[in-house]
């Protein structure tokens, strides 16, 4: 099998050549930081809903490690029964110890639990599918969601991921953030997108004017084309999260008025609601880290442009 088999060590002058940038250049500032661990995890959250087999050369490229260092994890994940070998495909599929580890993670998140009959409300009200996230790394990863038969084109469930930057979820997350926690998060878009920067800066400036005004963010086919959808944070004061929710549907459906005169009224008021029950709070939207720019342009944080 591919690695599973012939997985060699690597020479420490490899590894250092080979080795993946951020966890490396992590550990020179933290002597904490364990970057063998990091790659492990990092080959086990390579695997997304529906994906079935990886074999390590999809691993690396996902990685962005070197081959002959997934060959070594995933040799080294077999044997911890985290990943479940495929010899006749030369690939791997997440194994239950690993599966274990989200399900615990998903029984701990009192939010999901206790949001399911407020999301299956407005669920039934709107037609559109609405889901709980939470951020993993640039992108938010559902770990509640509630839809019906109507909702087609939105068809994500729970441990999908969906772009910070051009979702409504994801925009939502971004203005509940801490104005240094914020800041940090738009320099890690504006090196992510790099040219493409610009343009994404612009809506998210814009779905922060909203959530200023409104209480929710929206993306009108900024994330895909045919699909529409409002997001709302939720923080709580025992210091997790913040969260966001969302509610989407098909363009058609869910038009520019519909998401700002109904849809994101609605998701509001569902998440306060869900705030009272889990006893949270939220703290007022703040704009003091909205600056005029050249030509009456905003501009967020300094050193994101």
């Keep these: 099998m591919e690695g599973y088999f012939e997985a060699r060590p690597l020479s420490t002058r490899q590894t250092s050549k080979q080795g993946m940038k951020r966890p490396a ?18 080959v086990l959250r390579a695997f997304q809903p529906n994906d079935g087999l990886l074999g390590n050369q999809e691993l690396a490229a996902r990685t962005k490690l070197p081959k002959p260092t997934v060959s070594r994890l995933t040799y080294t994940l077999t044997k911890l029964g985290y990943l479940t070998p495929v010899p ?6 997440l194994a239950p110890s690993a ?12 939010v999901r639990h206790l949001s399911e009959a407020f999301r299956e409300e407005v669920m039934r009200e709107t037609g559109g599918a609405v889901a709980v996230g939470a ?3 640039l992108s938010m990863i ?13 068809q994500l469930d729970v441990g999908s991921r969906i772009p910070i930057a051009t979702t409504a979820m ?28 610009q343009r994404i800066r612009d809506g998210i400036e814009r779905s922060g004017e909203m959530v200023a005004r409104h209480g929710f963010a929206i993306s009108a086919g900024e994330w895909q084309d045919d699909v529409h959808a409002v997001g709302v944070a939720l923080k709580l004061n ?21 998401l700002i ?34 030509g009456g342009r905003q501009r967020v944080v300094e050193g994101i442009r």
């Design 142 to 154: 559902y770990f509640g969601q509630s839809r019906n038969g109507l909702t087609l084109g939105v």
């Design 99 to 110: 599966m274990a580890l989200g399900y615990a993670a998903l029984a701990n998140l009192g």
């Design 261 to 294: 005169s109904d849809i994101g009224p609605r998701l509001v008021a569902m998440v306060r609601n869900i705030e009272t029950a889990l006893g949270g709070i939220v703290a007022p939207a703040k704009r003091e880290e909205i600056r005029k720019g050249k």
């Design 25 to 42: 250049k992590k550990a020179a500032t933290d002597r904490s930081f364990v970057v063998a661990l990091s790659r492990g995890l990092d």
């Design 238 to 258: 025992d210091g997790t999260g913040p969260y966001a929710f969302n509610c989407g549907a098909p363009a058609f459906r869910f038009t520019e008025d519909r």
């Design 135 to 137: 951020r993993d790394r």
């Design 88 to 93: 006749r495909f030369e690939k791997y599929q």
């Design 170 to 197: 994801g925009r939502a997350y971004i203005w509940a953030l801490p104005a240094d926690e914020r800041a940090a998060l738009l320099r890690e878009l504006r090196e992510h997108y790099g040219s493409r920067w």
